[in-house]
């Protein structure tokens, strides 16, 4: 098992690890996972969900004809996003550090569960805040049935 970078890289993955690579390279840093979940929607759309409680990530693997990773969930306090440590910032400061980098705020809603959401569509990423405190990062690409990358 190689050691994992936890640098959160918007439409490209994380660390070492890229979107749209086979499982095979997400256990090769991070091993086995602790717990893995098979969901299946109506078309026959597969996604598997690994999950490494102990390291504060789950990766989304997608696709029908191949599968591919596509999607990560964080909440390790050590990822860093654009060199900076992502929780330690607030909500002002996330919105800021991602518009410094091009991105646009699409979206802030409150979910369900209680946490506020921060979409940044164009980066495909999204930020759940509880009390201005970040608890979680998703980000991610579109896969298509062939497992291939679609853009947005």
């Given at each position: 098992?190689?050691?994992?970078?936890?640098?959160?890289?918007?439409?490209?993955?994380?660390?070492?690890?890229?979107?749209?690579?086979?499982?095979?390279?997400?256990?090769?840093?991070?091993?086995?996972?602790?717990?893995?979940?098979?969901?299946?929607?109506?078309?026959?759309?597969?996604?598997?969900?690994?999950?490494?409680?102990?390291?504060?990530v789950?990766?989304f693997?997608?696709?029908?004809?191949?599968?591919?990773?596509?999607?990560?969930?964080?909440?390790?306090?050590?990822?860093?996003?654009?060199?900076?440590?992502?929780?330690?910032?607030?909500?002002?400061e996330?919105?800021?550090?991602?518009?410094?980098?091009?991105?646009?705020?699409?979206d802030?809603?409150?979910?369900?569960?209680?946490?506020?959401?921060?979409?940044f569509?164009?980066?495909?990423?999204?930020?759940?805040?509880?009390?201005?405190?970040?608890?979680?990062?998703?980000?991610?690409?579109?896969?298509?049935?062939?497992?291939?990358?679609?853009?947005?």
């Amino acid at each position: 098992m190689k050691q994992l970078n936890l640098e959160i890289k918007p439409k490209l993955g994380l660390g070492q690890v890229n979107f749209g690579e086979p499982m095979e390279m997400l256990t090769e840093y991070l091993g086995e996972p602790e717990d893995i979940d098979n969901l299946e929607d109506e078309d026959e759309f597969s996604t598997v969900v690994l999950n490494y409680w102990d390291c504060g990530v789950t990766a989304f693997i997608e696709g029908v004809e191949k599968q591919v990773l596509s999607c990560f969930e964080i909440d390790n306090k050590d990822a860093l996003l654009y060199g900076k440590w992502v929780f330690t910032l607030n909500e002002m400061e996330v919105k800021a550090l991602m518009a410094e980098h091009g991105y646009k705020m699409l979206d802030e809603a409150v979910e369900e569960w209680g946490e506020n959401r921060v979409t940044f569509e164009d980066g495909m990423i999204d930020f759940f805040f509880d009390n201005g405190r970040l608890m979680s990062v998703n980000w991610g690409v579109l896969v298509n049935d062939k497992g291939e990358i679609e853009e947005l």
